[in-house]
């Protein structure tokens, strides 16, 4: 991280909150990792455990506390909230949501203490608790906007109701405006985010800072992995075929409904030709896994360990990631895109 973000003084004791880390991977295990490993500073990571939405059902087992070189990661089970929803006011009954899991973050998150710095993440409930802990304790607070919460929010066709959810959500976006205004550093990923956060929420652009993306060009790199990539298409009987990859989240922000749509046009004889492989979770996981089912040409492998990820690129001969162009996926640049090049 350069020197403009993170503080001269060396050996910090920095605490984060946020929703993911080893082993469960993504875009934001692998930034984290690239940023603060062996970066002479100790971070503690509060993040979700066992039972908490953000942990795949398919993962049944993580220790409540690991260490990983410079890092410690402290896991706190985060339970779906119950209870009856307000048809008038969603977003309170949201914000006591994130209240309670944020308490429960700070009273797992704190036992330590004597932090020199708190570094928040969103979604909504892990930027509170560092807002909350920044403001009791007096601590800078550097809050990274992966995507802005408002992006989430939906808007019935309804008229009653879409005038409901518009107020409901100048109340997310309020509650947002606050922690970054109240930030003493925002970390945005993309230019582009940069200046919607300097437009939308009127913070000086001197007050944002930008780190982009980035991976490992030696370990990600075809020429490492062609022998055993070559025994992969090998076993797939994929040696003559035109292998197409999506690794990632399985979702409606990367475009899986319309991927899986535009495979099943395909004539038969161009299906015949091609092998298509796809690596992930997400909440459209079981939609990928019934159409692989019934397509003999798609391999759904679901989750792998991040390790083995270069070699299911090298497999790859087209990556493919369909987006569709909205507020959330044109500020960022996807980590898959850059392993895949």
Do not use: C
Not at 231 to 243: F, I, P, Q
């Amino acid at each position: 991280m350069n020197s403009s973000i993170h503080m001269n003084n060396p050996d910090l004791k920095i605490i984060h909150f946020a929703h993911t880390f080893i082993p469960i991977y993504g875009g934001t295990t692998t930034r984290l990792m690239n940023l603060f490993m062996n970066d002479g500073n100790r971070h503690t990571i509060i993040a979700p455990g066992l039972g908490s939405p953000y942990v795949p059902k398919a993962i049944d087992h993580l220790n409540p506390d690991d260490t990983y070189g410079n890092i410690k990661v402290r896991r706190v089970p985060l339970t779906v909230r119950s209870g009856g929803k307000s048809a008038l006011f969603p977003a309170m009954h949201q914000l006591k949501g994130w209240y309670a899991a944020s308490s429960r973050l700070i009273d797992n998150g704190m036992k330590e203490g004597n932090y020199n710095l708190v570094y928040g993440h969103n979604p909504m409930e892990f930027a509170l608790a560092a807002l909350r802990i920044s403001s009791s304790g007096r601590l800078p607070l550097i809050y990274e906007v992966h995507g802005l919460v408002k992006d989430t929010i939906s808007f019935s066709k309804n008229p009653i109701k879409n005038i409901i959810d518009r107020w409901n959500g100048l109340f997310v976006t309020n509650l947002e405006r606050h922690i970054i205004r109240r930030a003493s550093r925002i970390i945005v990923q993309t230019a582009s985010m940069q200046r919607r956060i300097v437009r939308e929420y009127g913070v000086s652009a001197e007050k944002i800072g930008i780190i982009y993306n980035g991976v490992d060009t030696d370990l990600f790199s075809p020429r490492r992995y062609r022998e055993p990539a070559s025994r992969v298409r090998e076993e797939l009987s994929a040696t003559n075929k035109t292998v197409f990859s999506y690794f990632g989240f399985l979702d409606e922000n990367n475009g899986i409904k319309f991927f899986l749509d535009a495979l099943e046009r395909l004539p038969a004889e161009v299906q015949d030709r091609i092998l298509v492989r796809i690596v992930g979770r997400g909440p459209y996981a079981d939609l990928v896994r019934i159409f692989s089912s019934g397509h003999p040409f798609m391999q759904f492998i679901g989750l792998v360990r991040y390790e083995e990820m270069p070699v299911h690129y090298a497999v790859t001969d087209v990556f493919v990631i369909p987006r569709p162009s909205n507020a959330a996926t044109e500020n960022l640049v996807p980590m898959k895109l850059l392993e895949a090049m």
